[in-house]
């Protein structure tokens, strides 16, 4: 009888909220969670390393985190006095407008994207720095690409449903020991075009 894989738990998904979007609006607790849910649970002391700052920054932010509920302590890897770190979620949710109602909560929302888009740009220009120390096959592989359309509010929330489930799709179906396998980060933004082409 063939053997099959264990079945992948769900994602872990939060609709951020007015309080934690103001506390995950800040360069490093959005460093910190990216860390955790790419590296899984980790110590302060390791996450300052990784992120190139120090423990007690780490912690604190660690902390903020942890009080709205976006981190939580990982006892069980605990050793001595060390405090471990895990993600609470896998993936955060919003749609813009459920922040239209307070001005700290939409300033905090758009200053996240902005960041995002910020974040993009460090991976392309980093990419291009190091592009041709990789194999012909990623090169091919990886990069971007933009479609124009002309589409409705109704058909492109469909779309980005669409698109998102392939992504699951393929996240799901991840085998690590496929040989040449690397950690890629996938962006899927749109947005109109304002003052021309």
Same mark, same amino acid.
């Given at each position: 009888?063939?053997?099959?894989?264990?079945?992948?738990?769900?994602?872990?998904?939060?609709?951020?909220?007015?309080?934690?979007?103001?506390?995950?609006?800040?360069?490093?607790?959005? &460093? *910190?969670?990216?860390?955790? &849910?790419?590296?899984?649970?980790?110590?302060?002391?390791?996450? %300052?390393? *990784?992120?190139?700052?120090?423990?007690?920054?780490?912690?604190?932010?660690?902390?903020?985190?942890?009080?709205?509920?976006?981190?939580?302590?990982?006892?069980?890897?605990?050793?001595?006095?060390?405090?471990?770190?895990?993600?609470?979620?896998?993936?955060?949710?919003?749609?813009?407008?459920?922040?239209?109602?307070?001005?700290?909560?939409?300033?905090?929302?758009?200053?996240?994207?902005? #960041?995002?888009?910020?974040?993009?740009?460090?991976?392309?220009?980093?990419?291009? %720095?190091?592009?041709?120390?990789?194999?012909?096959?990623?090169?091919?592989?990886?990069?971007?690409?933009?479609?124009?359309?002309?589409?409705?509010?109704? &058909?492109?929330?469909? *779309?980005?449903?669409? *698109?998102?489930?392939?992504?699951?799709?393929?996240?799901?179906?991840? #085998?690590?020991?496929? %040989?040449?396998?690397?950690?890629?980060?996938?962006?899927?933004?749109?947005?109109?075009?304002?003052?021309?082409?």
């Amino acid at each position: 009888m063939e053997k099959r894989p264990a079945a992948r738990r769900p994602p872990r998904e939060v609709r951020i909220d007015h309080r934690q979007v103001r506390v995950l609006a800040h360069p490093l607790r959005l &460093r *910190l969670l990216g860390a955790l &849910r790419v590296d899984g649970p980790a110590t302060a002391t390791r996450l %300052a390393e *990784l992120l190139g700052t120090n423990t007690g920054a780490t912690s604190y932010h660690l902390r903020q985190l942890a009080e709205v509920g976006l981190v939580t302590e990982a006892p069980e890897l605990a050793s001595g006095r060390q405090r471990w770190w895990r993600a609470a979620h896998d993936v955060t949710n919003f749609e813009p407008t459920d922040f239209d109602d307070d001005p700290d909560a939409r300033a905090a929302i758009e200053w996240i994207q902005g #960041d995002q888009v910020r974040l993009l740009v460090e991976h392309a220009e980093r990419w291009f %720095a190091v592009q041709h120390d990789w194999s012909p096959a990623w090169r091919d592989a990886l990069g971007m690409g933009d479609a124009f359309m002309t589409i409705s509010p109704e &058909r492109l929330t469909a *779309l980005n449903a669409e *698109l998102w489930q392939v992504l699951q799709r393929y996240h799901d179906e991840v #085998d690590p020991a496929e %040989a040449d396998a690397e950690p890629v980060q996938v962006f899927v933004a749109a947005y109109p075009l304002l003052g021309g082409r």
